[in-house]
């Protein structure tokens, strides 16, 4: 019987937050950093996980409602977090296209120092040249070079970790602790992304190098996490589809020589609590209708259609124009597949089931939702996880900071009363949490 993994997203500015609740906290306070953390610690989870941005997205020329809290540095967050948390991994979203490899990598070795071998690095790529113009060097990468750029970023990073043999750092008593110099290995690398020569400032980490986690699912995105992560991120929500993406992974770390038990998969999944079902399928409905009011439904199907859809009633059926291919109408966001196409595939749903705009977007923005009381929550994680349809899920709760305590109190123990899950950390390091079953 597998057991199960958990993690959490922290949920600062993603369409799963309702931030304009009552009862929501700061986006942005190092207190609410701290009690999402120390809750997921409480519950054993493997990570703590913290997304990045690079820019404010814009939506007309205006800033994105999900982004009016601001986005604050990652490494400073997660190195605070360091000293408030005693053993939960501490994961964050660096970008391989607008940084360089030599100060990632003295980044994350300074991070697992200083929280004793708990650092995981989420590798994501970019080409996007509206993020791009925050830096010196602008869009200056075309989109089929990102992966590219990626594997030779990793590769010139995993050289300055690599650089400190264990012994050269020497304690002499009669001049005092220094390095051997001859124990240090140059850092030397000559390829089209990188001309490095260099040292590392410091040794590696109580883990070597940091967990390495990967969110793209493109066939090049799959590729590259086959190849290198120890955990894969997914949005693939159905059972049948987490199937399908699990052994696709699976079979792409094995083919790459790697033991494909060593890559983990987390799909992202919301979750609804309640004393019934039918209390939490009520609350289930009330959230989503706060996640997308009228006025977020039409922006959402403007970044698909590309044109001011601002006429149109959120209660009423979907446009019957057809989308102009402008992508500049929203910038900043990930955009999936043909918007024709994805239009097409919208009516088809709407007119099969019946929905407005609003009910469209909100059926198909939701990402896995566990909605029920405790024992169904449980029931459900462990369907996905003996069937392979992942390893475990990273948690997004819906309100800031004290959505995860619930789960916490109500689903982990359960999980533990049937041997699902661990009782305590038995080991130290965020590679050794990923690594217990």
């Known amino acids: 019987m597998k057991q199960i993994h958990l993690a959490v997203h922290f949920p600062g500015v993603n369409n799963a937050t309702v931030w304009a609740d009552p009862t929501a906290g700061s986006q942005i306070a190092f207190e609410s950093f701290v009690h999402l953390a120390r809750t997921a610690e409480r519950g054993l989870f493997d990570f703590f996980f913290l997304a990045e941005g690079l820019r404010l997205r814009e939506h007309r020329g205006r800033i994105h409602d999900l982004d009016v809290v601001g986005r604050p540095d990652t490494f400073t967050v997660l190195a605070a977090l360091a000293g408030a948390t005693d053993r939960i991994g501490l994961t964050g979203t660096i970008n391989t296209t607008f940084n360089e490899p030599f100060e990632v990598a003295r980044q994350f070795a300074t991070l697992d120092h200083l929280s004793e071998g708990r650092a995981g690095w989420n590798i994501v790529t970019s080409s996007d040249a509206f993020t791009g113009a925050n830096f010196r060097r602008g869009g200056f990468l075309d989109h089929a070079d990102r992966y590219r750029r990626a594997e030779e970023f990793l590769a010139v990073a995993r050289g300055f970790w690599?650089?400190?043999?264990?012994?050269?750092?020497?304690?002499?008593?009669?001049?005092?602790?220094?390095?051997?110099?001859?124990?240090?290995?140059?850092?030397?690398?000559?390829?089209?992304?990188?001309?490095?020569?260099?040292?590392?400032?410091?040794p590696a980490g109580p883990q070597g190098r940091p967990v390495l986690l990967q969110a793209g699912d493109s066939d090049e995105g799959r590729t590259f996490g086959a190849r290198h992560a120890d955990a894969m991120f997914t949005l693939h929500g159905s059972l049948e589809n987490g199937q399908r993406y699990y052994a696709d992974v699976k079979a792409r770390a094995a083919a790459a020589g790697r033991n494909p038990d060593e890559l983990k998969v987390f799909p992202a999944a919301t979750f609804v609590l309640g004393d019934t079902a039918d209390e939490a399928a009520e609350k289930a409905e009330y959230i989503r209708r706060q996640q997308v009011s009228g006025p977020t439904a039409i922006t959402m199907l403007e970044q698909v259609w590309g044109r001011d859809l601002s006429d149109y009633d959120p209660d009423g059926p979907l446009p019957d124009v057809e989308p102009t291919g402008d992508t500049s109408i929203t910038q900043g966001r990930v955009r999936h597949g043909d918007p024709v196409a994805l239009a097409h595939r919208y009516r088809e749903r709407a007119a099969a089931e019946g929905l407005s705009i609003r009910e469209l977007v909100i059926a198909v923005t939701s990402r896995q939702q566990f909605v029920g009381t405790a024992t169904h929550i449980a029931d459900e994680i462990d369907r996905y996880v003996q069937a392979d349809a992942c390893d475990g899920f990273i948690m997004v709760p819906h309100l800031n900071p004290h959505g995860l305590d619930e789960f916490v109190d109500q689903v982990v123990p359960l999980l533990q009363e049937r041997g699902l899950y661990r009782a305590e950390y038995t080991g130290r390091t965020l590679r050794e949490h990923l690594a217990s079953d």
């Open 162 to 202: 690599d650089s400190w043999a264990a012994d050269a750092v020497v304690a002499d008593v009669d001049t005092g602790i220094y390095v051997d110099p001859s124990h240090i290995k140059t850092v030397e690398h000559s390829g089209p992304q990188f001309q490095v020569r260099g040292l590392a400032t410091l």
